[in-house]
């Protein structure tokens, strides 16, 4: 086959395409020719998809070895039963007898732009210091930081210095979240931010699907799909699930990087682990004490509910939350409804939708929704109650993090309910007072009785305000 026809300029595409990955060849989009071609010259090379042995199988994917997690299928290649994981299944069947593809040619040389940053912000004197912090990490190659950072700290900010000299080197850089709200809520930031950088974002359903661009933003469940591929790997919420507690997925993070890269681990609530490390110095930190705005976090108010339970079997919040709705100090901020189930969401925004309407709390039937993660509209929700189309909102955790609202209250209904961990309360409160035109906005916990995490979360709280230099 003559080489004439692939240009170096073709190659150099195909490197920043397939670079990095692990494709099945359905997921190669290129013609017969052009792929015998790079398999005739070694650039592709073909890998077995699962391994199998007499005591374990491991799929090459997603490296799974777990038994439960194989089955078999007749395959629809060559008509024969075969082994497949379920691990990875929502990225597509993977059978015994298809093997996988890596890019085995050259580099893919990443652009190199003098001037990547295009944002025209300014960093706090605690930003800027984390940011510092986070480019001398980029630029020595240094394995490990963690930047622990109240809630409102302006995480996203500091790290743009820290990308843009990643940029600057011809690095390759992906920012992954656990969550699918918070990449969709950064990619118009890092697109604005980073306007001459192709920037895509990766998730369940995303339109972007190449993955070949030098500035990724994705779901950690994304970092399936790579191999060896980036220089600088940012993970942010490292302590939400499903990240903190699935040691899968740590370890396609670790697969995701190259070995001479850095990782950067965001968090307002670091997990025991993590802690463990930082006390025998075994992980490079940095603490932001202060939110961008320089005021403190609102500490969240206790409110004691003596029959919560009885309230909540029907589908409703406890008297005690209807007067604090009627003497609220700001009754123009939005509101924020934290509970515990999609159950309890759903019946809730049918039950007390009549009752908010009569007491002239809202003035249309657009202005309650409620939210959750199985919910098909959620993005369409998030996006109308952040233009204040929505007044209130009823939401589980899906949004306890990564979401900024400029204006509201929050209230967490039946807040000693086991979903919600000391993390998951701060995060929550987290959600109150982040903007610097309304920055003390009020968190209630209506309860039946405290919880050693919600005590944890109002301590934890009042010591980051402390250390922030605002006492307690």
């Known amino acids: 086959m003559s080489s004439s026809i692939f240009s170096p300029l073709w190659i150099q595409q195909q490197a920043q395409t397939l670079s990095g990955k692990r494709l099945l060849r359905s997921e190669i989009q290129l013609s017969e020719i052009e792929f015998e071609y790079l398999l005739s010259t070694a ?93 001398s990490a980029i630029r020595n190659g240094q394995a490990e930081l963690l930047l622990w950072a109240v809630c409102g700290a302006g995480k996203t900010e500091m790290l743009f210095p820290g990308v843009a000299e990643a940029l600057m080197n011809g690095k390759r850089v992906c920012l992954a979240s656990p969550r699918t709200d918070v990449v969709r809520e950064l990619l118009p930031r890092f697109r604005e931010a980073f306007a001459e950088t192709n920037v895509q974002a990766l998730y369940g359903g995303s339109p972007d699907k190449t993955a070949d661009s030098q500035l990724i933003l994705a779901t950690t469940h994304q970092l399936l799909r790579f191999r060896n591929a980036f220089e600088v790997l940012i993970i942010d919420e490292v302590d939400a699930f499903p990240y903190h507690n699935d040691l899968l997925l740590h370890k396609v993070s670790a697969i995701a990087l190259k070995s001479s890269g850095s990782t950067i681990y965001l968090t307002a609530t670091p997990r025991k682990a993590h802690i463990r490390r930082i006390k025998h110095n075994q992980l490079p930190h940095h603490f932001i004490p202060c939110r961008f705005h320089g005021h403190p976090l609102p500490v969240p108010k206790p409110q004691y509910s003596l029959f919560l339970s009885k309230a909540v079997q029907k589908g409703l919040p406890p008297q005690s939350f209807f007067r604090w709705l009627k003497r609220r100090n700001t009754p123009e901020r939005q509101l924020l409804i934290f509970v515990p189930t999609i159950k309890f969401a759903e019946k809730m925004h049918v039950s007390i939708h009549d009752l908010l309407l009569e007491s002239d709390w809202i003035h249309s039937n657009k202005e309650l929704e409620s939210v959750h993660s199985e919910d098909p509209d959620r993005e369409k929700k998030v996006l109308a109650f952040r233009s204040r189309q929505i007044q209130i909102m009823i939401t589980t955790t899906i949004l306890e993090r990564g979401v900024t609202f400029p204006s509201v209250d929050v209230a967490v209904i039946d807040a000693g309910h086991d979903v919600f961990d000391e993390a998951a309360l701060v995060q929550i409160a987290g959600r109150a007072g982040r903007s610097s035109a309304d920055p003390k906005g009020e968190v209630v916990f209506f309860h039946n009785g405290m919880t050693d995490a919600m005590e944890r979360a109002i301590h934890s709280i009042e010591m980051m305000n402390k250390r922030g230099g605002f006492g307690i």
Not at 57 to 73: A, L, P, Q, V
Not at 74 to 79: D, E, I, K, S, V
Request: glycine share 6%; proline share 8%; with cysteine.
């Open 43 to 135: 650039q592709l090379t073909p890998i077995p998809s699962i391994l199998k042995s007499k005591l374990t199988n491991e799929c090459h994917r997603c490296y799974n070895e777990d038994m439960s997690k194989f089955g078999t299928i007749p395959c629809a290649l060559c008509g024969l039963t075969h082994l497949y994981c379920r691990n990875c299944i929502q990225m597509g069947h993977i059978t015994e007898c298809q093997p996988l593809y890596e890019w085995t040619g050259s580099e893919p040389g990443w652009e190199v732009n003098p001037e990547p940053l295009t944002w025209e912000g300014k960093l706090s004197s605690f930003q800027q210091e984390a940011a510092e912090v986070a480019v």
